[in-house]
């Protein structure tokens, strides 16, 4: 596959043409920029991070039937894409309150939102970006109802995948950025996914772990872009299995009974049931869908639970 012309050159991406019909190539680069181009800096291997985590995370929304415009890396910073028609929309889910939200509404920085919140810029960089509504959407013509809809559910099932994905690499994900395009009549999740374009919180110390670092002057830059690539890699490969066990009904649970006595003594007489039982989390290398399955029922049935008096459930998720 040969690298062509240059089409387009944006803030943090290059585009260039490829003699395959219909796809072209991303190359990420270090420049940084804020505030609508205003503040400009470079973070050194920013490209790389950018360009391999969205490999790992746009391939990981591939396997659960999420449409993305990636086909696959080309090096440490290049990825090859379908080339789409962009819709001018940047959607964004926000599971906390920060940034451009906190300041306009006048929430306190990390307040949790009741439940994840969409809004919609529009895609215009000679604008700024403005905040539109779904009237202003339909006036502008930037995307027909069944569209808007469909965008709003792809990002919120990918906030739905990815907080949990996230989680399990010590981060939180407070909000994200996604923009979208069209081929052959099929919407596809376009851009990329990297720390440029979220939030990510370390779920223990609470450190900011992406571009607000940058926003907001507050060093270690490339060390935060090569930690959050680090998390991201390290669990890449295998399947990750979930495994709850919990005491069957009727068979005594004394742990759970002592718990029972106690919650009444301290008030909460609602409670009239309670049973205690243990979370199990795995994961298998080289190991894959149904065959997995049934290894890790032979686990929980062998060693992990006793059949006789616990109940398992478990998910398996790649
Ligand atoms: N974003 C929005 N426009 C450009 C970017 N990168 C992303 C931010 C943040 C989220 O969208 O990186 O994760 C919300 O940004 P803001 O500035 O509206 O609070
Ligand atoms: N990259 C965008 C800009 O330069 C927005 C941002 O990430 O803050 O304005």
Redesign the pocket.
């Given at each position: 596959m040969e690298k062509k012309e240059l089409i387009y050159e944006g803030k943090a991406k290059k585009i260039y043409a490829t003699d395959q019909p219909g796809q072209i190539i991303h190359e990420f680069k270090d420049d940084a920029t804020a505030f609508d181009g205003k503040k400009k800096g470079r973070i050194a291997g920013k490209g790389n991070t950018n360009a391999q985590m969205s490999d790992i995370i746009f391939r990981y929304l591939e396997r659960l039937g999420i449409r993305t415009h990636h086909v696959k890396l080309l090096c440490d910073n290049e990825i090859l894409t379908w080339h789409l028609d962009m819709i001018l929309i940047?959607l964004?889910v926000?599971n906390y309150a920060?940034?451009?939200?906190?300041?306009r509404l006048g929430y306190e920085e990390r307040t949790q939102m009741s439940e994840p919140l969409v809004?919609y810029?529009y895609k215009s960089d000679d604008l700024g970006?403005p905040l539109i509504s779904e009237e202003h959407i339909h006036e502008l013509d930037l995307a027909s109802e069944e569209q808007l809809q469909e965008i709003t559910e792809i990002a919120l099932r990918v906030n739905d995948v990815l907080i949990p994905y996230f989680q399990a690499r010590g981060l939180i994900l407070?909000?994200?950025?996604m923009e979208f395009g069209v081929r052959e009549g099929q919407i596809y999740v376009a851009d990329e996914f990297s720390?440029?374009?979220?939030?990510l919180w370390d779920a223990e110390s609470g450190e900011i772990m992406?571009?607000?670092r940058f926003?907001r002057d507050l060093g270690k830059l490339e060390e935060t872009y090569a930690e959050v690539l680090r998390r991201v890699k390290e669990e890449e490969h295998g399947l990750q299995v979930s495994i709850y066990i919990s005491p069957k009904k009727g068979v005594l649970d004394p742990q759970g009974q002592a718990a029972l006595g106690a919650l009444k003594t301290l008030g909460f007489e609602e409670v009239a049931d309670v049973r205690i039982g243990k979370y199990i989390t795995l994961r298998l290398e080289g190991a894959d869908g149904e065959k997995a399955r049934e290894r890790v029922k032979d686990m929980c049935e062998k060693l992990l639970a006793n059949p006789i008096i616990e109940d398992f459930r478990f998910d398996v998720l790649d």
């Open positions: 940047e964004t926000r920060a940034g451009s939200l906190a300041k809004e810029y970006d407070a909000d994200f950025k720390p440029d374009i979220c939030r992406d571009k607000d926003r």
